[in-house]
Structure formats: structure tokens, C-alpha cells
């Protein structure tokens, strides 16, 4: 009782004492669940975005040099992307006294987006009013994206579409340069995604594609073609202090610790070793586990 533990069922103790690995859910378990935008990565920039936390202040660095995200860089119609192609709400709470807080309503990943996009001097409001959505398809793990119909008042409709690089840059044949449109170079993404990814960020891609007036979206008009590649995030979420103490206690007791999440490997990789997990050289990801017997 001393130590906290009391016991109804005797049984329980001697399972509990049989434990050789603990396998543990990384975001919200193993980290704090509060993510922060840090990388926006277009074919043209790679832009450091500075402040943590869901408050919306920081400015913008590409080159260790200030940067202002303006209208017509490709910087801005990413981050108008990840904004529109959002479920998530960011709540101030005590608007009017020194404590004023902003809080997330849904996924933090999302928050962290529009977030970002007030950094870049976006009013959330105001861009759902001028790019109403008409319809949506929401994430989920087998088809690893989510993507909005939204238009203009002109007329103009878009598809909007973030999620797994890997599987944006399937569906992707071309991508979109500060002036035009060109073919999809995978191979240089990947390695962009590779180098964000070591910094233990937790990695997002955005696409578009214009198409006819309608009012419907469909899982085939996503994935038929057409869609353009516009760049990365990178977004972090930091470890939880308990946690990395809790896994050197587990090693102390010889318990082994794996970390289970659908992030990339190598952030995978990088957020292990801040959290002082053993073997973090040996990363199995989801298609090689369905590979084995």
C-alpha cells in the first residue's frame, strides 16, 4: 500500500511480473499530443517556422534569413491547402485577461495547420468564407489521405488533398514550382521528406487539382490523376518527460520497449532516441510487417 499498489486479483501480479516487452502507441502516449508545425517545404524553399504550442505567434526563416509568406509563393497556396483541408478548430479561451489561451478542438496534427496558416496571416474565417468546402472524404488508415471539394465565388473549383507523402506522391504525376507546373521528381522528395523526417518531425504532404463544377467528391476523382504535388510539412511533438523515464525504468527491469506508430521511419527513428529506446537502428514499417510470416 505504501507504494501504491494494491491488488484485487493475486493472479494479475504474477502476469505482470512475466512481462518481457511492453508495446506502446507513440502520439499522446509516449509524447505529449501537441503538435507544432516547424517545417514548410516546397519544391522551391525550405522554411523554418518558429514558436511551439498552439499560440499563433512566429515568424517565418528560409536560409537563416527572415521571410514573409506572401500571396503568389507557392508557400502561401500550401499552407491555404493544409488550412481548407482541415477539420480541426483553434479556440482562444479568456480573450480579455492575461491567462488568454488557445486551445485545439480535434486532431492536433490539424490545430498545428491552422496554427500555421495565422502565422502566415491567414483568418481562418475569412478563407472558408471566400473557399467554401462542398463536400469531403476524411482520413483513414487504408487509404492513408483526406481530400475537400472546395470553390471560389468565381466559379472555380478545387480539390484539396493532404496526407502520408508516400501516398501523395503515388497519386501525384506532376508538381507545382513558383511559376508553373512540372513533371514529379519522387526520388528528390523522398529525400526531403528522408532530411525532415531526421529532425523527428512528423511528416505531411499537400497536393491540389482543378476540376469541373460539381457538387460531390468521390474517392475515384481523387485518385484518377490530375492531382499536383505541392510540398511537405514537417511538424514535431515533443516527448513526454514521465515517459522517458518510465522506459529507462523499464529497461532497468529488463523489460523491452517498442514504439508503435504510423509516422515515417525515420521520425519514427529520431523521436525513439530522444526517448532512449534500445535498437532504434531497426525500424520496421507496416509493409514489411504485413510481409512476414
Excluded at 500555421?116 to 462542398?134: I, S, T
Excluded at 509516422?263 to 534500445?278: I, M, Q, S
Aim: charged share 35%; proline share 3%.
Amino acid at each position: 500500500a505504501r507504494r501504491n499498489a494494491i491488488i484485487r486479483r493475486l493472479p494479475a501480479v504474477e502476469t505482470l511480473g512475466s512481462v518481457t516487452t511492453i508495446c506502446a502507441d507513440k502520439t499522446g502516449t509516449l509524447t505529449r499530443n501537441e503538435m507544432t508545425a516547424k517545417t514548410v517545404r516546397s519544391g522551391a524553399r525550405d522554411i523554418v517556422v518558429e514558436g511551439v504550442g498552439y499560440e499563433p505567434k512566429g515568424g517565418f526563416t528560409s536560409d537563416e534569413k527572415d521571410l514573409e509568406i506572401e500571396k503568389g509563393m507557392l508557400a502561401h497556396e500550401m499552407i491555404r491547402a493544409g488550412l481548407l483541408c482541415n477539420d480541426a478548430e483553434l479556440v482562444q479561451k479568456g480573450e480579455n485577461s492575461d491567462k488568454a489561451s488557445w486551445e485545439p478542438e480535434g486532431d492536433p496534427t490539424e490545430a498545428a495547420l491552422i496554427v500555421l496558416a495565422r502565422k502566415a496571416g491567414f483568418d481562418p474565417d475569412q478563407e472558408n468564407k471566400d473557399y467554401p468546402r462542398l463536400d469531403s472524404i476524411p482520413f483513414s488508415s487504408e487509404r492513408r489521405y483526406m481530400a475537400t471539394l472546395n470553390h471560389d465565388h468565381d466559379g472555380n473549383h478545387v480539390v484539396y488533398v493532404k496526407g502520408a507523402p508516400e501516398r501523395i506522391l503515388e497519386m501525384c504525376a506532376r508538381e507545382q514550382g513558383e511559376e508553373d507546373t512540372g513533371d514529379l521528381d519522387k526520388d528528390a522528395w523522398m529525400e526531403r521528406a528522408e532530411k525532415i523526417a531526421a529532425r523527428g518531425q512528423r511528416l505531411l504532404a499537400v497536393a491540389r487539382k482543378e476540376v469541373e463544377q460539381k457538387s460531390e467528391l468521390t474517392e475515384e476523382e481523387v485518385e484518377k490523376g490530375g492531382l499536383v504535388f505541392l510540398g511537405l510539412f514537417g511538424l514535431i511533438d515533443p516527448p513526454r518527460d514521465e515517459a522517458i523515464e518510465s522506459v529507462a525504468v523499464c529497461h532497468d527491469a529488463g523489460i523491452a520497449v517498442k514504439m508503435i506508430t504510423g509516422d515515417h521511419a525515420a521520425t519514427a527513428r529520431a523521436v525513439a532516441k530522444e526517448l532512449g529506446l534500445k535498437h532504434t537502428d531497426k525500424v520496421v514499417t507496416g509493409r514489411e510487417l504485413e510481409d512476414v510470416s
